[in-house]
């Protein structure tokens, strides 16, 4: 059991990874006392930066009085430092092989940082009470899971919140899933993860040529990218402001997003073909009796129907796979006048509704 | 397109900025939204010097 700060400092780093499901963490183990207004920063170095009065303070209260009944204020003070505590682990979390030198990289590209911070405190907030759970704090705060704090990144978490879990729906996933993935990822995976989740629950893995898929996944990456980058003008309002617009950009951003898998969709859905039906006039009268349609020469077979074997007038050539040939119909005196003009092509449903009005569907 | 020492030097115009804010504000809640805005621009600052 965890009995002072220094203990918690020593176990907090672990006790992320092991909530997270993430392969590795890229934390040092070096913790810096923040300086210039710095409440918590994951350096790209490794260490990492906390701010004394916010969340040093706090956490040494937290186990000085260990086990002691507190107030709401101060349980909810706790559960801000613990909280900016995970977030800012959650930065160094990621898969095997990931470095700092390539999530830095990525970190400057367009919508990275909005992605990553609203991931890490959405995440941060949903999980808490297992992070609490998992260091045994409940026992030195009494009441610590029954109070609530709001998170920041107002500009980030509403879209972010609404981007994963419409992931979640799109994927058939369990809610919170595309949310716990994405926090396992550094910046370099992130958007790449999120693309693919998009990509593979869509219809175009089977609908466009695999070589498409790249150019597919890049464009709608791009769209997004620069969606999550509009998020960053409101970082400065007010956070009632900030929280009203990302959600009203979250929501735009979704219409759009599926706006464009549609349209991508429907590219790369082949277009079905008329069903045709060659109409030829008999060669001969028709012999008495019924005949079965093996025993027609092919020269006396006047309709043939051709239709896309998958295309959506599957059902109707079936329809009509069962129209009697001319050659069984009645004698030629009770039928109107065979055409003289050359045989005719006409689309499927002129044709069915001919193959009606001849009576040669009807018996 | 923008260059990297001009972003630089426009993120830590908006670093400047969002503590200013902060420092400004009597509502904790708000002052810690935008101090940890700040903190991220911070970071990203960091990514983008040299």
């Given at each position: 059991m965890i009995t002072s700060r220094e203990g918690l400092l020593e176990q907090h780093a672990w006790a992320a990874l092991r909530i997270s499901g993430?392969?590795?963490?890229?934390?040092?183990?070096e913790i810096v006392e923040a300086g210039?207004?710095?409440?918590?920063l994951a350096h790209w170095d490794g260490t990492l930066h906390l701010d004394r009065a916010c969340i040093l303070e706090p956490l040494r209260d937290l186990y000085d009085r260990g086990g002691e009944p507190r107030t709401d204020a101060e349980l909810i003070r706790y559960r801000e430092a613990l909280v900016t505590l995970l977030h800012e682990q959650s930065h160094f979390l990621g898969p095997v092989g990931a470095s700092q030198e390539a999530a830095r990289a990525a970190f400057k590209l367009p919508g990275s940082r909005a992605l990553e911070e609203g991931v890490a405190e959405l995440w941060a907030h949903d999980h808490l009470n297992d992070y609490i759970h998992e260091l045994g704090i409940e026992k030195v705060?009494?009441?610590?899971?029954e109070v609530r704090s709001e998170p920041s990144y107002a500009a980030f978490v509403p879209a972010v919140r609404l981007f994963t879990a419409d992931l979640d729906r799109q994927a058939g996933a369990p809610a919170g899933e595309t949310l716990h993935l994405l926090n396992r990822q550094t910046a370099e995976g992130q958007w790449h993860q999120a693309v693919a989740r998009i990509y593979d629950s869509s219809r175009l893995p089977h609908l466009a040529p695999p070589d498409q898929s790249p150019a597919i996944r890049l464009q709608l990456e791009q769209a997004l990218r620069s969606s999550f980058r509009?998020?960053?003008?409101?970082?400065?309002?007010p956070r009632g402001f900030a929280t009203s617009r990302s959600h009203a950009a979250g929501t735009r951003l979704l219409t759009s997003l599926h706006q464009e898998l549609t349209t991508a969709e429907c590219r790369y859905t082949p277009t079905p073909r008329p069903t045709r039906i060659n109409l030829n006039p008999p060669a001969l009268p028709a012999p008495p009796g019924p005949i079965s349609q093996a025993t027609v020469p092919p020269a006396s077979r006047p309709a043939q129907v051709s239709t896309p074997a998958d295309s959506p007038h599957s059902a109707l050539h079936h329809a009509l796979?069962?129209?009697?040939?001319?050659?069984?119909?009645?004698?030629?005196?009770?039928?109107?006048?065979?055409?003289?003009?050359p045989p005719r092509t006409i689309p499927s449903a002129t044709a069915a509704g001919t193959a009606r009005e001849t009576g040669t569907g009807s018996r | 397109m923008e260059s990297t020492e001009d972003r630089y030097a426009r993120t830590q115009l908006l670093i400047a900025d969002l503590r200013r804010r902060a420092e400004a504000c009597e509502d904790p809640r708000e002052q810690a939204n935008l101090s940890r805005s700040a903190d991220s621009l911070v970071r990203l600052a960091v990514a983008l010097q040299p």
């Open positions: 993430a392969d590795q963490t890229a934390w040092s183990g210039e207004g710095i409440l918590g705060a009494p009441g610590i899971t509009g998020l960053e003008l409101y970082e400065p309002f796979a069962g129209v009697t040939p001319p050659a069984t119909r009645p004698p030629a005196a009770r039928l109107p006048a065979a055409p003289a003009t | -």
